[in-house]
């Protein structure tokens, strides 16, 4: 992972750990490769991450200008340091280097008691579209220190990850309002971002009941029973056929096992069942631009005939 993912990908207030001290015996070892994880993480040494540009509608690079906060930097101000330890009675305490995650001062392995049990450090991103330099984004972590290890966090985006994937929305509005789900369809999303699955997983069930019954109303069907799963059979071929054979396992994850999930499966699970509802969209909005353009076409050719007449 990497900060374009945490850009593009986290959510706010999901937590990252790493562990950058880890105790053997009475003393805590560093682990630099655990810290240079974290500082690509936290991207030290990125200045662009390509993503959406909510105003130019398409992916650009955008630069990126940090200020780092609570960190100290050396006198000639070449780095910055995050101080994890206390100060050693002949020695100043020990500090990491962000730029190669190196140790300066007090060196591991440390006694307890000279490991911080608690400090906290702030990054501000601004970013900037390098299509158009007016198109900013702005995004602040925390790093969190709890004696070894070190928790980042995402603690503030602007524009929100839904307005920077509003474009999405948009595109299938027609699609949505006709059935009634575009609200459902961005709540799933926004409940989704804000760590409440149960209400993600019955926003993406009420789309998937609404394009049922939307298909079953429009072919005139008669049901013999209610059951979803006799509607599921019934309208199957009006799916992309893609996914037409899926449908009976997404419905059943989407109404049953919620409960049963964990917050990590349930967040990687959701992008999976989003993703099925987002084919068929994308295969009414392409059917529709078909007939759009096919009734255009009719009608040119129409014309063209009669002039050749
Ligand atoms: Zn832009």
């Known amino acids: 992972m990497n900060i374009q993912d945490v850009f593009n990908n986290e959510s706010l207030y999901s937590k990252k750990e790493f562990k950058l001290f ?3 015996g009475d003393k805590y070892n560093y682990d630099e490769d655990a810290a240079k994880e974290m500082f690509k993480y936290i991207g030290i040494k990125n200045n662009k991450i390509v993503t959406l540009c909510n105003k130019c509608n398409k992916e650009f690079p955008f630069d990126i200008d940090k200020r780092l ?3 100290f930097d050396d006198m000639n101000h070449t780095t910055s340091y995050m101080s994890v330890t206390r100060n050693f009675s002949n020695a100043p305490g020990g500090r990491i280097d962000i730029k190669n995650g190196h140790i300066w001062g007090g060196m591991p392995p440390y006694p307890k008691a000279f490991l911080n049990e608690y400090g906290k450090w702030y990054i501000e991103y601004q970013l900037t579209c390098t299509n158009d ?3 900013r984004y ?3 972590i925390s790093i969190e220190q709890r004696l070894g290890t070190f928790i980042v966090k995402k603690i503030g985006q602007d524009p929100s990850m839904l307005s920077v994937h509003d474009f999405d929305f948009e595109k299938y509005k027609e699609q949505l309002t006709k059935i009634n789900a575009y609200e459902d369809y961005k709540k799933a999303d926004l409940s989704n ?4 699955y149960v209400g993600a997983y019955a926003y993406l069930r009420r789309i998937f009941e609404k394009m049922l019954n939307n298909y079953i109303k429009e072919n005139n069907i008669t049901l013999k029973d209610d059951h979803v799963e006799t509607k599921i059979k ?6 992309d056929s893609r996914i037409k054979d899926l449908l009976k ?3 059943s994850i989407l109404s049953k ?3 049963e999930l964990n917050e990590e499966q349930s967040k990687e699970y959701y992008q999976y069942l989003k993703a099925i509802i987002d084919i068929q969209l994308e295969f009414e909005y392409t059917e529709n631009e078909k007939n759009k353009q096919s009734k255009q076409l009719n009608s040119i050719l129409n014309k063209i005939v009669n002039e050749i007449k």
């Open 249 to 251: 396992n997404l419905y």
């Open 257 to 259: 096992s919620i409960h």
């Open 133 to 135: 330099s007016s198109h």
């Open 69 to 71: 906060i609570g960190f």
């Open 138 to 140: 702005f995004m602040v």
């Open 22 to 24: 880890v105790l053997e």
């Open 193 to 196: 971002a804000e760590h409440f």
């Open 234 to 239: 019934a309208v199957k071929d009006c799916f």
